[in-house]
């Protein structure tokens, strides 16, 4: 074999152990994870000596296992989403090929048993080829797939066994491995030595089946030796492949994820499994599990640390699971490869629904018209069966896997026919799913990706566009719906959720989907001088990359939830508490298999943003699907603005959070009451000097901008139309607003003063404000005026003039105050940042943050913090004392330490500076976000016309 043919072999690792289920024994185990010794090259061709027993690799490098080798100092990590960073003649791979070369030393235990032993590598990217004591194990591909190789011959019962690893960053692998993801090699998943004794077991098979009529099970386990199967709760002792049919038991579902403790054994092993009893079936073209309509409530999960790439632990893994299930998430597709196995087993014991997904994509060979694309190439057809091959044996034991993915954006082909063959034969109870072929002329369920709205409600009814062949068209008519990626999580965003979800809940055969997707990808990285930040594509100085694109998650690197994430908990809610209409409320349980037993209901009652009084509501269990009246508490009366808050709180602590947290709230307003009239001027307009004193206001006569406010020196107000472009507008995958925006000049606007006017009782500033080689732009009028309460008044008239076409980014005015002033209190929709589209979980009332902790943190610097439906504000700091802003209607509100140009200039946080500065923007009206950087852009509703606007506001002193 040279050293070249074997990473560039389509066949699949011809020397490994059959694939089989990955199962907890209590054979010995040796965990061989640590620090190996380690040495980098930049090509793959470097001498074998390394590979024996006595090489001296004294001066070589420790490197963990598992790791990535691009963070430890080694190459660079590089990312691209479609294209491939090497030219396309599959199986040949570029000359130029990071190698890594791994060994490490390790002795048996005491106790450890002859016979036979076998090598496992849970992931290694992209090839790796294997030795132990000098003896040639094999090689291995499929990066997040597992391998085991026979160790039995070349295993040294006494002294020092040497295992040493060449791992390739290109392979013939890699062609099918394009997963719009970092590219991160080396031994990324843990190295196992097992014990396979005598008599041992060696795969085990579980089909336990329910049947929600008569509420029995079905268990049959198989194993590939006489072994016998007990389930003690059961009282099942029987032997394995017996089928044993049982009355009565309690089926596992995402809501209740209920297992059964069993044991698999022989006279020489035995085998711990957990056992859930579920049916998955597809029953007049609606998905069932256990006989009842599943609603997919799911994200896309890419493997991901900061620090750690795809090598993550089972810390990371629990974290996950433990979010995922605080926001009301069910379901999760694993994005594009099966998972590390752990979190198979922590999604069966804390209940989300699983889509599996192959280890597949060839995504990059859409930029050549799919030209030998793997998918329906020949010589591909053995390695990519093989691939599902090792999905399916290594997870077929999970309850929570209800579907088989083929993969991911591959095209379609005689290979994917191929795999669905293997998959449907070897496992008829999971239905098959695959998006790329739009025919679904192999799978059982039709999926597509960042439909519109408009499409989704389409093929809800039924009226879809028809295929060309009729009986496919009549076959994909026939299957249920799943929308396998939607909502694109990038930046700011994503608006549209509330409008997907209701499409969901009408229409049968729409079965949900799962939002794009779950964490951004940021590599942790530092400035020169020491201020850290997550570094995206182009950091690292890749010649071809795709930028922030690797951004798009509904948690930022660190796993600090985005505000995104916070609306899609809100859409996802099990439960809806909507008034009902006669005065009281309507609690509606949207569970499928699950009661209300385990939720309290609770009130809270603010009157202008202050609590009066709370209590708890009594409501009755509600069956799955079914809702029941409740009777409003007994209220004290209000003198303001009222709201009513409900609340469903676990009522005892879950494994996956404590007593008390909230799964779903509505607000309710109370007698609203519409503010008074401002009381007229109190004194005269002075002039001074070229200053005008209106109220606590002083104006320049000539700017007619405010420049004194009390004791504050303040700078405005100007036009704002321009916004720091968020992901969504730039939309690389959509339809993208900001070049309209660029093209119109809304981000080089002039502005020009007409006139300033100053009467007896105000001052009137006409203004207009437009692009260089443009007729078309904005006129804006200020009208400010004294209040009787030492206030000042300013009336803003913004009205189009010429052509200026629609949306526009926003329209407001902002401020300039000085930088001490930097703490914000409001009354209105908060804590988080709302736009027209989003800030679907926040609530009104009253909230206080800094000027700092109002910046959503962003990879990209985009767009953020706006609070929304904003009555009042006041911005204080320094030695006390500060501003407060009234609206006669509500306003939107954000407050930053540097400009909205300086937002858009940014290119990461780091490159932000507080110039001294809070910048105050009050608007009347904001664009809405969008899913456009991979999809939809925004509703109709949500556009910002160019058409006029008021904002009527009061200043005061504080």
Known sequence: MSERSWYESFAPPPTAQPARAWLDSDAPRLSLDGLWRFRYAERADGPLDFTGPAFDDAGWDRLPVPSHWQLHGYGAPAYTNIAYPFPLDPPRVPNENPTGDYRHAFRLPDGWPGGRAVLRFAGADSAARVWLNGVELGWTTGSRLTTEF?????????????????????????????????????IFRGVDLIARPDGGIGDVEVRADYDHVTGGGTLTVAADVPARVRVPELGVDAECGETV???????????????????????AETVTLRIGFRSVRIDGGVLTVNGRRVLFRGVNRHEFHPDRGRAVTEED????????????????????????????????????YVVDECDLETHGFDLVERRDNPADDPRWTDALVDRMRRTVERDKNHPSVVLWSLGNESGSGRNLAAMARWARHRDPSRPLLYERDWTCRDVDVYSRMYLTHAEIEAIGRGEEAPLDDPALDARRRAMPFVHVEYAHAMGNGPGGLAEYQRLYETYPRLQGGFVWEWIDHGLRARTADGREYFAYGGDFGEVLHDGNFVADGLLFPDRTPS???????KVFEPVRITPSGDGGLTIRNGHVDSGLSHLDFRWILEDGG????????????????ESVRVDLPVLPATGAEAYLTVQAVLAADEPWAKAGHEVAATQLPLGARRPPEPPPARMAIRRDGGRVHVGPGLLDERTGRLVRLGGWEVDGPRLQVWRAPTDNDRAPHGEALEPRWRAAGLDRLTHRVDEVTVTGDGVVVRTRVAPAASDGGLLATYTWSALADDGLRLVVDIDVAGHLPGPLPMLGVVFALPGELDKV???????????PDTGLATRTGRWFRTVAEMQTPYLFPQENGRRADVRWATVTGGQGGGVRVDGRTPFGLTARPWTAEALDKAAHPTDLTADGH???TLDAGHNGIGSASCGPGVLPPYLLPAAPVRLDLAFRLV
Request: proline content about 8%; overall charge negative; aromatic content about 10%.
């Open 150 to 186: 026979d160790v039995t011959e070349a295993l040294r019962a006494d002294g020092d066994n040497v295992l040493a690893v060449r791992v390739v960053q290109w392979s013939a692998g890699s062609y099918v491995e394009d997963q719009d993801m970092w590219w991160l090699s080396g």
């Open 245 to 267: 049919r049982l009355p009565r038991v309690e089926p596992w579902s995402a809501e209740r994820p209920r297992l059964y403790d069993a044991t698999v054994s022989t006279g």
């Open 825 to 835: 209190e409001w009354f209105g929709r908060g804590p988080g940042e709302a736009y």
């Open 317 to 352: 893994m629990l974290e996950d699971v433990r979010l995922m299930k605080q926001h009301n998430i069910n379901s999760v597709r694993t994005s594009h490869y099966p998972p590390h196995p752990r979190f198979l087993e922590l999604c069966d014991e804390y209940g989300l």
């Open 563 to 569: 505000p995104g994430l916070l609306d899609l908990k």
């Open 918 to 920: 809070t910048w105050l």
């Open 610 to 625: 202050e609590v009066v009084a709370r209590g708890a509501l009594e409501v009755t269990d509600v069956p799955p699907g």
